[in-house]
C-alpha cells in the first residue's frame, strides 16, 4: 500500500501516536487559540516525523487521501469549516472513540452514510450505535505503558504492529476505486 496523507484532528493523543505507527503522513489542524480540536502537534508524546502540523488558514490548500473524523463536532462543523469542496469529497473513516450517550441502545450515529466507514474502538461501541448506512468494523485500541519489562514491550509491540495493520486495511478499504465519494459528498 502506497503511503497515504491523511487528515485528522488532535484529539486523543495516545490514539493519535498509535495511528502513526500505521507509516501514512497525518496532518492535523492548529489554531493561533489551540481551541478544541485544532491543538496541533503537543508536548507529552514521543511523535515520529509522519506527523505534520498545518495552520488552520492553510489547511484547503492541502492535498490528502482521506479524512479522519474523530468526533461529532469534526464531522458536522470542523470540516465544514475549513475542509474545501473537494477534501469533504474524499474517501472517509469516522473513529468513533465513545459509546452513545443519548441512549445506550437506539441512537443513530452521525456518519449514516455509505461513503463512510465508521471504526468503533470496542466491540460493545459497535454493538450499541445503529451506523444505518454505514460500514462499520472494530479495530480495538491499544495502550502502551512506558517504562516495562522486555517481555512487556514484545507484547506491546506486536499489539502496535497488529493495531497498526488493522488501520492500513481500514485506509485500504476506503482508498479503493468502489470508495471514490466522501462523507459530505
Known amino acids: 500500500m502506497r503511503r497515504l496523507r491523511i487528515f485528522t484532528w488532535n484529539i486523543r493523543g495516545s490514539y493519535l501516536y498509535y495511528l502513526l505507527h500505521s ?22 508524546y514521543p511523535w515520529s516525523s509522519n506527523l505534520h502540523e498545518v495552520p488552520v488558514d492553510r489547511i484547503k490548500e492541502q492535498q490528502f487521501d482521506t479524512v479522519l473524523y474523530q468526533s461529532r463536532k469534526n464531522y458536522l ?23 452513545p450517550r443519548e441512549s445506550p441502545t437506539d441512537s443513530k450515529h452521525p456518519a449514516d452514510d455509505p461513503n463512510i466507514l465508521v471504526v468503533h474502538v470496542t466491540a460493545f461501541n459497535k454493538r450499541m450505535w445503529d451506523c444505518g448506512r454505514s460500514p462499520s468494523i ?24 497488529r493495531f497498526a495493520d488493522d488501520w492500513n486495511k481500514a485506509f485500504a478499504f476506503v482508498t479503493n476505486t468502489e470508495h471514490k465519494t466522501g462523507a459530505h459528498a
Open 23 to 44: 507509516g501514512h503522513d497525518f496532518y492535523v489542524p492548529r489554531k493561533f487559540d489551540r481551541s478544541e480540536g485544532f491543538i496541533g502537534i503537543t508536548d507529552g
Open 77 to 99: 462543523e470542523d470540516a465544514i469549516d475549513i475542509l474545501s469542496g473537494e477534501q469533504l469529497r474524499l474517501p472517509s473513516i469516522y473513529l468513533e472513540h465513545d459509546p
Open 138 to 161: 472494530i479495530i480495538e485500541h491499544g495502550a502502551l505503558e512506558w517504562g516495562q519489562s522486555a517481555e512487556k514491550t514484545a507484547i506491546d509491540r506486536f499489539n502496535i504492529d
